[in-house]
């Protein structure tokens, strides 16, 4: 029981003080699921994953996270990339066991607790089993927390200390088994990684071509010096390109080209009008409000509540900080606008204390049989700590350790309080160096030590009314209105491309959406247009869909293209191939001017070359060409093995066509080291071919994902 306790002395406050106590396990909601079990989010290698699993499996991560980063709540976004992590993890998971089975590789017991006891794992850095000087993974105490947390007494133990346990317990069952399947993969890995060797000719190729540079003068004759008449692009030039780059062409999932109006509701001016005349009178109640002020804000509807313990500036509202100097204790300062977060505001200044930002203290807890028996015990520890007592010593008797332990404003200001816990906060911050107080709390008393005291600030107990505009029902009404009229009459994907714009509303596109986006565009809560548009067929144009925070975005979808699984038909690249070849045929005609040149002089004399000097091109770094807008990265390998003076033949660029010569010698950066090279070189070649095995797994798996049906 000793090693809980420390444990939960090493949160900033007591657990059962403060409510630091996390949310159990909840599965999510699946009152879609009729039939969890027929349900499916998708297939990898042929079978089928269930959804219940998957939503479990979602569930059990997020709480991973909300424990692990101290979270009550993760919002949509956060809940979007927790659901994308378990399904990668599946996904990779299946990928990388399928083919240890194969092999015949596995990790042992001896292995993972190897790895546990030498601290090896990066993912043990994130657990709270940490050194307390030194911050690094401490297995002993692991061991502990295990030992304790299976035979603690569960029928004594307070319901927020057993919450507490259980979700660390289950955050080690969750990282123990990440590092298991972290050796299996590396395992896999490793068969790649030392199939691969280096040898002396790539090793020196290497380095020149990443260090080696020179100063080049170039002459350029842009694309743009060819009049488009000048050319004609046929579809066999298509098709060649086409042919060409086909394998770039393929696509792992269907994916569809979106059109979409996206409105969004805006608060009128009556609305403002309507929310200031009531911040108005909020102020004038709020300047004869003397007690009961969460009641007071929370009637109020105010975004800021009310916490009875008194906060430094970097907690309040940066609006509020602005304006304190101009206001005294007892005195209200509104209404006013905020523009940063366009809201009316008042606020009420209840005091101002000269207090420390961060203290060093230790605690007893004292939970007796009774009330009179927690009263003798305490008093009892207070005199004995007075009169000269160890502290920690007294805490041992009572299965505490009484280490100190920093207690910043940062770590609870962002919170409310009140009662039991306004109360410890308050103390603490009123406490001085070396004092010894006796705190009666609900359920027990706590002695408190003060040992050392940090940086003295200045907090503020305020009560702020902070209210954001909103719109009204009746302008939400009257906008879903107008939106919904046009779409009546515009019910088809021409129509809306034709008249959008002259009815007001701005139609946007959003090409190549896929079904794991979650949402149209960005636009959160947009889930249900994401689910039809993946059901509809092209050409179709939605109904009106209430997205957004607050539903405050109305949308309207149409599907312009489906882009099927597999290789992208060519009638789907036309338009950037088209251009390609078009500038293929420019090229041509550019490069036969250059052709007959032998000097730079001469390549000047060609009408219309311009000429600069590049300084420090080299094989590995694109060089920037201002006269043509283009990142050129044929130019450093053109130039690589050219002597000083010497003229390119004709480069073939991104925005245009080019005659280079060095004019400068070759220089080196750095010096060539063997060693270093042979490793820089094969570490480059195992992340490229690690993530092309990973990607041809992935094809041969014939991963499906659609979530987006049920989630």
């Known amino acids: 029981m000793a090693t809980l306790q420390k444990i939960r002395n090493r949160g900033p406050l007591l657990l059962i003080v403060i409510g630091l106590a996390l949310l159990a396990f909840i599965l999510g909601d699946l009152s879609r699921l009729t039939q969890p079990s027929m349900a499916t989010v998708g297939s990898i290698y042929g079978k089928k994953i269930d959804a219940q699993e998957y939503q479990e499996e979602v569930e059990k991560y997020a709480e991973i996270v909300r424990f692990s980063m101290g979270l009550q709540n993760l919002s949509e976004t956060e809940y979007a990339a927790v659901k994308d992590e378990v399904w990668n993890n599946m996904v990779r998971k299946s990928l990388i066991e399928k083919q240890a089975e194969a092999l015949g590789l596995r990790v042992t017991e001896a292995e993972l607790q190897s790895v546990i006891e030498s601290g090896s794992s990066p993912l043990l850095a994130s657990t709270p089993f940490g050194n ?27 319901a927020e200390y057993l919450t507490y346990y259980d979700n660390l317990y289950n955050f080690w069952l969750y990282i123990e088994d990440n590092i298991e399947f972290d050796l299996l ?38 694309y ?55 911040v108005s009178e909020l102020t004038e109640q709020l300047k004869n409000t003397t007690e009961d002020y969460a009641a007071f804000v929370r009637i109020a509807a105010s975004s800021e509540l009310y916490s009875e313990v008194a906060k430094t500036v970097n907690a309040l509202p940066s609006d509020v900080v602005a304006r304190l100097d101009s206001v005294k204790v007892g005195e209200v300062f509104g209404p006013y606008y905020n523009a940063a977060d366009d809201s009316y505001n008042a606020f009420k200044v209840l005091s101002e204390v000269e207090s420390y930002d961060s203290i060093y203290y230790s605690q007893i807890q004292v939970a007796a049989e009774s009330e009179e028996e927690t009263a003798r015990i305490s008093d009892s520890i207070l005199n004995a700590v007075k009169a000269g007592a160890d502290f920690a010593e007294i805490a041992l008797k009572y299965g505490q350790t009484g280490e100190p332990q920093w207690l910043a404003s940062a770590d609870y200001e962002a919170a409310t309080y009140s009662g039991d816990n306004a109360a410890y906060l308050n103390r603490l911050n009123s406490m001085k160096k070396g004092e010894v107080y006796n705190l009666s709390v609900t359920g027990g008393n706590i002695i408190i030590k003060v040992f050392d005291l940090k940086n003295k600030v200045n907090k503020y107990n305020t009560v702020i009314v902070k209210r954001e505009n909103q719109f009204s029902a009746e302008t939400s009404d009257e906008a879903y209105n107008k939106l919904s009229q046009f779409v009546a009459v515009n019910n088809n994907i021409d129509s809306l491309k034709a008249n959008a714009e002259a009815a007001g509303f701005r139609l946007l596109s959003s090409p190549n959406t896929a079904s794991a986006s979650y949402y149209i565009a960005g636009v959160e809560n947009s889930h249900e247009a994401l689910r039809w548009a993946f059901e509809a067929d092209e050409d179709e144009v939605s109904t009106l869909y209430e997205a957004g925070n607050d539903n405050n975005h109305l949308l309207v979808v149409a599907v312009d293209a489906i882009h099927k699984k597999g290789y992208r038909p060519i009638e789907d690249v036309q338009s950037a191939l088209t251009i390609e070849a078009a500038r293929d045929k420019k090229a041509e005609i550019l490069m036969k001017k250059f052709a007959s040149v032998s000097s730079m002089s001469e390549a000047m004399a060609i009408e219309g070359v311009n000429t600069d000097t590049i300084i420090h091109v080299n094989f590995t770094t694109p060089a920037y060409i201002a006269l043509t807008y283009a990142n050129e990265s044929n130019i450093g390998a053109s130039v690589m093995n050219l002597q000083r003076e010497e003229l390119s033949a004709p480069i073939k660029g991104e925005g245009g066509v080019y005659v280079a010569q060095k004019v400068s010698p070759d220089t080196y950066s750095i010096e060539y080291d063997v060693e270093s090279e042979s490793s820089r070189l094969e570490s480059m070649d195992i992340t490229s071919i690690a993530n092309g095995v990973m990607q041809q797994l992935y094809m041969d798996a014939e991963v499906e994902d659609v979530r987006y049906q049920l989630f």
Request: charged share 30%; no cysteine; hydrophobic share 40%.
């Open 132 to 158: 307390e000087l030194t911050g690094a993974f401490d297995v002993d105490y692991l061991r502990s927390f295990l030992s304790s947390y299976v035979e603690m007494d569960r029928s004594t133990m307070p």
């Open 185 to 222: 993969a590396s395992k896999y890995m490793a068969l790649i990684e030392n199939s691969i060797i280096s040898n002396p000719v790539s090793q020196k190729n290497a380095y020149e071509t990443r260090v080696k540079r020179a100063d080049v003068q170039l002459a350029t004759l842009p």
């Open 224 to 278: 743009s010096t060819v009049e488009d008449s000048e050319i004609t692009v046929t579809k066999a030039d298509i098709k060649k390109l086409y042919d060409e780059r086909k394998e770039m062409l393929y696509q792992i999932a269907e994916s569809r080209d979106l059109l979409y109006i996206d409105y969004e509701i805006l608060p009128s001016q009556a609305d403002r009008d309507a929310l200031l005349a009531e």
